[in-house]
């Protein structure tokens, strides 16, 4: 199966120059069609090569492949793959499952062990993708060392499907939201989320998973592979986080892989960002090469859980927020080429220390640390968030990062670069918070809505007709009657929201107001309310300290608010 290395030189010579003229840089759609095989089909892919594509230098090549209810274009448009093969040099391949058979959700890829004619070498989908891969290899120019496979939900069963099946092709293989070889259908929990979330499906034991992998695999070549998985998922349960007591898309996996390939715990690392915790670890043989690493990330609740991470625009079974997957995709793939070191293996280098802040303004800041010693360091990768911000390394030990929100905080880490393209460990994490008041976000929804996120409050009366109002979180505002009104809100901290600005009451850092109006428009503007208070009669309330206002619609008083949604009487507002 594989080429004896003087013969793969001399074809990559001969063939170098048909490759440059027939292939070109940019996104095209090409047919597969289908082979003589068992249970081959005709299938769309689609094909992206960097504008530094010549054809004169192989480069690399990931195939990545769309969940159920998603195709090749979902690849493009949602996880923004074509940007990563741009930025990174590599040649992307997205195919589309296009026609299957058998009682399945739309569009899903055949992974599960009722399905055993698509999961075997040499035949069905597990053999078609092999074959579009090596059908883009007559056509450009591919680093035979360097292929790789991943996938989300149903693709990311298939990218662990091939990385069994195919492990003398695949270098490396990445697992989004996916699981173990030959699992079965009840791994998808198809009802409501049970409690914890990650206990959702029922998935085989590792030995189990194990077994069939031994029966397929016929390669003693140790493939990387990576496991990426929200904890919050409750469509393909992650398992128990923190033991086995629950086997799911993660743990079982992990430990399948962990006792076909060997390797212990050698390094963890934090991956949080925009506030899901998300951990990073590795297992190898040595602390040069991983034969597993996993991410797991306290990922968003919305729906069942269930998602592509970090993508370029929202979707179905897509979000922008969380964990950057391509990126982590895409460093893990770097770091792993089929040709694998034996004895006097490279090193990364050591984690940078040393992190430190100066300069803070309201847009920007300077972030500096300690400078490496290592004699071999081409440079260092700087992270905000989780996501480099340099597109080459920085060969100096600080940077002027601007175009920051005021009143923000950002995390950083910083990692060194050397000369055989290790990247170290990250260095410790650094929050930083720039200065000024914070930007004024807009939140638009129902009021029912705005209730469940937290953003508004409700109270129903005690005497008919029973009516139900609702009032902005911290300010009070009146937001009218209806639960099914749209109302925008305003705020820039998070606790406090108004229906005017963020100035007026909203959390901005600015003074907050004084208003001098007459008593009912206070009470129409949500400063005052008008009340029965025992002795007096009706009078007019301040908001908050129940400064007695009196009881005419029409004297003018001056409210100052002290804090949000409280408001005092005072003599003056000059």
Not at 267 to 285: D, E, M
Not at 346 to 370: E, F, H, Q, R, Y
Not at 463 to 476: C, M, R, S
Not at 559 to 568: I, N, P, Q, V
Request: contains cysteine; glycine residues 10%; aromatic residues 12%.
């Amino acid at each position: 199966m594989r080429l004896n290395h003087t013969l793969r030189t001399l074809a990559f010579v001969l063939g170098s120059l048909l490759l440059s003229c027939t292939a070109s840089a940019g996104l095209v759609e090409k047919t597969f069609t289908k082979r003589s095989y068992a249970n081959s089909e005709n299938r769309s892919y689609y094909v992206y090569t960097p504008s530094s594509y010549t054809g004169s230098q192989p480069l690399p090549l990931v195939m990545m492949l769309h969940g159920c209810k998603q195709d090749h274009k979902t690849v493009i448009n949602e996880f923004g793959w074509d940007e990563t093969a741009e930025k990174y040099g590599f040649i992307l391949v997205a195919p589309f499952i296009t026609t299957y058979e058998g009682l399945r959700n739309p569009n899903c890829w055949g992974f599960w062990d009722s399905f055993d004619y698509e999961i075997h070498e040499g035949g069905g989908e597990v053999e078609d993708l092999v074959q579009i891969a090596k059908e883009v290899e007559s056509t450009y120019a591919v680093d035979g060392n360097r292929r790789y496979i991943g996938g989300l939900s149903s693709g990311a069963f298939m990218a662990d499907t091939a990385a069994v099946a195919h492990n003398e092709y695949w270098a490396a293989a990445f697992v989004a939201s996916g699981g173990g070889y030959k699992e079965t259908s009840s791994v998808y929990n198809a009802g409501t989320c049970p409690t914890p979330r990650y206990s959702a499906g029922t998935f085989k034991n590792p030995d189990q998973i194990v077994a069939a992998m031994n029966a397929e695999m016929n390669s003693d070549y140790k493939i990387p592979m990576m496991l990426f998985h929200s904890t919050n998922d409750c469509s393909v349960g992650h398992g128990s986080p923190n033991d086995n007591s629950k086997w799911g898309g993660l743990n079982s996996n992990r430990e399948a892989w962990l006792k076909r390939s060997g390797g212990t715990l050698y390094a963890t690392a934090s991956c949080t960002v925009g506030g899901y915790a998300c951990t990073h670890r590795k297992y190898g043989l040595t602390n040069a090469r991983s034969t597993v690493e996993t991410v797991s990330f306290d990922g968003s609740t919305e729906g069942k859980g269930h998602f592509w991470s970090g993508g370029k625009a929202a979707g179905e079974y897509t979000r922008t927020d969380g964990p950057n997957a391509r990126e982590i995709a895409w460093e893990f793939f770097s770091r792993h080429s089929r040709a694998e070191c034996t004895s006097n293996c490279p090193t990364p280098p050591a984690a940078p220390s040393g992190l430190a802040a100066s300069n803070v303004g309201d847009t920007g800041a300077t972030i500096s640390w300690t400078a490496n010693g290592e004699p071999d360091l081409v440079g260092y990768n700087l992270y905000r968030n989780g996501t480099k911000l340099n597109a080459s390394p920085l060969t100096a030990t600080s940077y002027a990062d601007s175009g920051l929100a005021s009143g923000t905080t950002y995390k950083y880490t910083v990692k060194a670069f050397d000369s055989e393209n290790l990247e170290s460990a990250a260095s410790a994490e650094l929050s930083v918070t720039t200065t000024g008041a914070p930007p004024c976000q807009s939140y638009t929804a129902t009021n029912d809505q705005h209730v469940s996120a937290g953003r508004a409050t409700k109270t129903t009366s005690l005497f008919w007709p029973y009516t139900t109002t609702y009032y902005a979180k911290g300010t009070n505002e009146n937001l009218g009657t209806s639960g099914l009104t749209s109302v925008t809100l305003y705020s820039s901290n998070g606790t406090s929201f108004s229906k005017t600005s963020c100035q007026s009451g909203g959390g901005g850092g600015g003074t907050l107001p004084c208003v001098t109006d007459s008593n009912t428009n206070h009470k129409a503007a949500t400063r005052a309310t008008y009340e029965f208070v025992m002795g007096t009669g009706y009078s007019y309330l301040a908001v908050g300290s129940k400064a007695n206002l009196g009881a005419f619609s029409t004297t003018i008083t001056s409210l100052k608010e002290t804090s949000a949604g409280y408001w005092d009487k005072v003599a003056s507002c000059q």
